[in-house]
C-alpha cells in the first residue's frame, strides 16, 4: 500500500484559487476527513470525475470554502485515487488546508513524486516526464510546442517503432541461431540490413536536431557587446521590454554583467549585456571588460553592437577582432541618425549584418531572423519529436553507436550472433531512454529536479 501524499499543486503565492492535490490509496478518506459536501454527500461515496463543493474544516470548525474534485484510480494523473481540493488563493488558506490534510493522514509529497508516481503505475514513460518538467519551465511558444509534443510522446511513439523492428530482428535472430535444427524461415540478409539502416536514420534524425531543439526549447547563452554607448543597454531594453540595464550617455555606466532573458520572436535568449569593451584605466570597468571578452569567447550568440552615427573607432576594432570565427551578429544601431559607419568593413568582417533603432524600437524581426540564420534553426520544425536533454541525446547516441557497429558487421558478414549483441545493446539502450530498464538512481535523478507538487 503505498503512503497518501499530499502537497500543494499552485504556485507559492496570492491567486484566485490554490489547489491542494492528494494521491494514494488513503486520498479520497483523507479528504472526507477534511471537506464536507454542501448538500451531504460523502466523497467516498463519488464516482470518478466528479466534483462537490463545500467547506474545509480544521478541528471541526470550516475555514473556507473549497471544491473537491474525485478521481479513481487508475484515471488519474498518477493512476492512483487523487482528490483535488481547490480552496480560495491566499498563502494561509491554502497551507491552513494542507496542515489539515496531513493531520488527516497524508504524508508532505517529494520534489516530483506525483510525477514519479505516474511513470512507476505506467501512465507516462521517462520522456514524457521530461516533457512535464520541460512544458513547465518553458518560456517561449515553441518550447512550449515542443515540450507539449514530448508530453504527448511523440519521442516516445517514434522510440517505440525503432525499437519493434529492432526486437523483431533480434528475436529472428537468436531463434535462428538457437534452433538451427529447426525450420525457422531465415532472416535475409538485405532485410536485416534494411531494419538497421532505417534505424540508423531515425536516430540520426533525432540526434542532428537535438541541438537546434536545445536553442528553441532551452534558449540561447547570448552576450551583447560594443564599446560604450554604441546601445548595448538600449538594445537590451528593447528586447526585454524592461529598464533593467541603466541607459545614459555617460561612457563606461554598464560596469558589470547584466543578466536577463528576453523573448526573440519564438525563441529565448539568456543575456548577458557586459560592460562596453575599450581601453580603460577604471579598475572597475576594467574587470567588467574582462569579463565581457570572457563572455564573447563562453556565448553562443554574440550580438556585436556598433553606432552607426560614428566611424569605426579602435574600440569597435577591437570588438571586431574578439568576434572573429564566433557565431556572432553584427547590430548596425542607431539607424535614426545619419550614417558614418564603415559599412565596407562590417560587411566584410561579420556573416550578418542587421540594422536597428534601439531606442525607436525598429528593427527587431530582422534580427531574430539573422539569429535563427546563423544558429541554423530558421526551418525548426517543433511538431517533431525532438531529445529534451543530455540524458536523453546520451541514450540515444549509445544506441545509434551500436546500430552502426551492428551495420558494419552485417556489410563485413560476421556473425548473427555477434551482430545481435549489437543490436540488443541498442535496444538496452532505447530502453533506458522511455525508463522501461533505466536504474533507480536515474530516476531519482530526473525526478528530484521537479517541483513539489507537481
Ligand atoms: P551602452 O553604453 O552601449 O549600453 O549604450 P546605451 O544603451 O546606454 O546608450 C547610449 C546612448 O545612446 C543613450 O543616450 C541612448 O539613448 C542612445 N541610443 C541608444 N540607442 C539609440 C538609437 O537607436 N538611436 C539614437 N538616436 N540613440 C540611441
Redesign the pocket.
Known amino acids: 500500500m503505498s503512503k497518501t501524499i499530499a502537497a500543494v499543486a499552485t504556485g507559492n503565492s496570492v491567486s484566485g484559487i490554490g489547489v491542494i492535490r492528494i494521491s494514494g490509496d488513503n486520498a479520497i478518506e483523507i479528504a472526507q476527513r477534511v471537506f464536507k459536501a454542501m448538500d451531504g454527500t460523502p466523497l467516498t461515496q463519488l464516482k470518478g470525475y466528479t466534483a462537490k463543493y463545500g467547506n474545509v474544516y480544521c478541528h471541526g470548525e470550516s475555514f473556507d470554502n473549497a471544491v473537491a474534485l474525485v478521481f479513481r484510480n487508475p484515471k488519474s494523473y498518477t493512476g492512483e485515487d487523487v482528490v483535488e481540493l481547490s480552496v480560495h488563493g491566499g498563502i494561509f488558506i491554502v497551507e491552513k488546508t494542507l496542515e489539515a490534510v496531513f493531520a488527516a493522514g497524508a504524508v508532505p509529497a517529494q520534489a516530483g513524486e506525483f510525477t514519479k508516481r505516474a511513470f512507476l503505475n505506467g501512465k507516462i514513460d521517462l520522456t514524457q516526464a521530461e516533457g512535464v518538467a520541460a512544458l513547465i519551465s518553458a518560456q517561449g511558444q515553441e518550447a512550449a510546442r515542443a515540450s507539449f509534443n514530448l508530453l504527448q510522446g511523440s519521442l516516445s511513439n517514434k522510440i517505440s517503432s525503432v525499437m519493434e523492428e529492432l526486437i523483431n530482428c533480434s528475436a529472428s535472430m537468436a531463434a535462428w541461431v538457437d534452433y538451427p535444427d529447426e525450420e525457422i524461415e531465415d532472416l535475409q540478409e538485405d532485410r536485416l540490413k534494411e531494419i538497421l539502416l532505417n534505424a540508423k536514420q531515425s536516430l540520426n534524425n533525432l540526434l542532428k536536431n537535438y541541438e537546434n531543439g536545445i536553442v528553441m526549447t532551452q534558449g540561447v547563452d547570448t552576450a551583447i557587446v560594443?564599446?560604450?554607448?554604441?546601445?548595448?543597454?538600449?538594445?537590451?531594453?528593447m528586447l526585454s521590454g524592461t529598464e533593467k540595464?541603466?541607459?545614459?550617455?555617460i561612457?563606461?555606466?554598464?560596469r558589470d554583467i547584466v543578466e536577463n532573458s528576453v523573448r526573440l520572436g519564438n525563441m529565448v535568449l539568456h543575456l548577458s549585456?557586459t560592460a562596453?569593451i575599450r581601453e580603460s584605466e577604471d579598475v572597475v570597468e576594467s574587470i567588467g571588460i574582462k569579463k565581457a571578452l570572457e563572455k564573447i569567447n563562453s556565448a553562443s550568440l554574440i550580438l556585436a553592437?556598433f553606432?552607426s552615427?560614428c566611424r569605426l573607432n579602435d574600440d569597435d576594432r577591437m570588438i571586431i577582432d574578439a568576434c572573429k570565427g564566433k557565431p556572432c551578429v553584427a547590430v548596425i544601431?542607431?539607424?535614426?541618425?545619419d550614417s558614418k559607419i564603415d559599412l565596407d568593413i562590417i560587411n566584410k568582417e561579420f556573416e550578418k549584418a542587421v540594422f536597428?533603432?534601439?531606442?525607436?524600437n525598429e528593427g527587431a524581426r530582422e534580427l531574430e531572423q539573422a539569429v535563427k540564420e546563423l544558429l541554423g534553426v530558421e526551418n525548426f520544425d517543433s511538431s517533431q519529436p525532438i531529445l529534451a536533454n543530455k540524458r536523453q541525446k546520451l541514450c540515444v547516441s549509445n544506441a545509434y553507436e551500436h546500430i552502426c557497429k551492428a551495420l558494419d558487421g552485417a556489410e563485413t558478414g560476421i556473425t548473427y550472433d555477434a551482430i545481435n549483441v549489437m543490436i540488443d545493446s541498442a535496444i538496452d539502450e532505447l530502453l533506458s531512454l522511455t525508463g522501461k530498464k533505466a536504474t533507480e538512481e536515474v530516476v531519482n535523478n530526473i525526478f528530484s529536479r521537479f517541483c513539489v507538487g507537481k
Do not use: F
Open positions: 560594443g564599446r560604450p554607448n554604441a546601445g548595448k543597454s538600449t538594445l537590451m531594453n540595464s541603466i541607459v545614459t550617455h561612457e563606461g555606466t554598464t549585456d562596453g553592437v553606432d552615427s544601431n542607431k539607424t535614426d541618425l536597428i533603432s534601439a531606442k525607436n
